[in-house]
């Protein structure tokens, strides 16, 4: 039989509220670990990226990929993905992460179609153009600069580098496609 908690049983708890208006029953104080907090957040930040490539391409979930520069340990168990051996990864596709790092992804069966390959990525840079230069255009907009909040214009200024980066990024894929 599964234990349950009940509110009869939580407003038994010192110094509970009532359970309808708690989520979980408070963390014991106690040092944080931001290194591993760090860690854990690059590790979702590439299961997020190797998802999202996999739906991209209509792959299934456990699809064996190959990854550039070699994945965590954690991501390889929970995500099917293993190094790529240094030939395979001129035909892998970068991907890029929010801190401006980027992966490089492919299929263990190496059945890309080049020019799929190069139509997908030239959408993608075509995207990723237009986002900059939305980017540049509310930058150079000197009433947004002075009115909006300074962590919106940081926002913008962020995003402006990280879709600039991710246009070279691709740029330089579809290049190496020929």
Not at 89 to 112: E, K, Y
Not at 115 to 127: C, I, K, P, S, W
Not at 143 to 171: I, N, S, W
């Amino acid at each position: 039989m599964l234990p349950f908690v009940t509110e009869e049983c939580w407003s038994r708890t010192p110094g509970a509220r009532g359970l309808m208006a708690t989520h979980a029953p408070p963390r014991p104080p106690g040092p944080r670990d931001e290194a591993a907090e760090a860690e854990m957040a690059q590790v979702q930040e590439v299961v997020t990226a190797l998802r999202a490539y996999r739906s991209s391409r209509n792959l299934p979930p456990r699809t064996p990929l190959l990854m550039s520069p070699a994945p965590h340990p954690s991501v390889a168990a929970l995500d099917a993905v293993t190094e790529a051996p240094a030939e395979a990864v001129p035909t892998l596709v970068a991907t890029l992460l929010a801190d401006g790092r980027s992966i490089l992804l492919g299929t263990t069966a190496q059945d890309v179609d080049p020019e799929v390959e190069r139509a997908r990525l030239a959408d993608e840079l075509a995207t990723a153009t237009g986002e900059a230069e939305r980017a540049r255009r509310k930058l150079a907009d000197t009433r947004f600069v002075e009115r909006a909040p300074a962590h919106l214009v940081d926002a913008e200024r962020e995003k402006a580098v990280r879709y600039e980066a991710e246009r070279e990024a691709l740029a330089a894929r579809i290049a190496a496609l020929g």
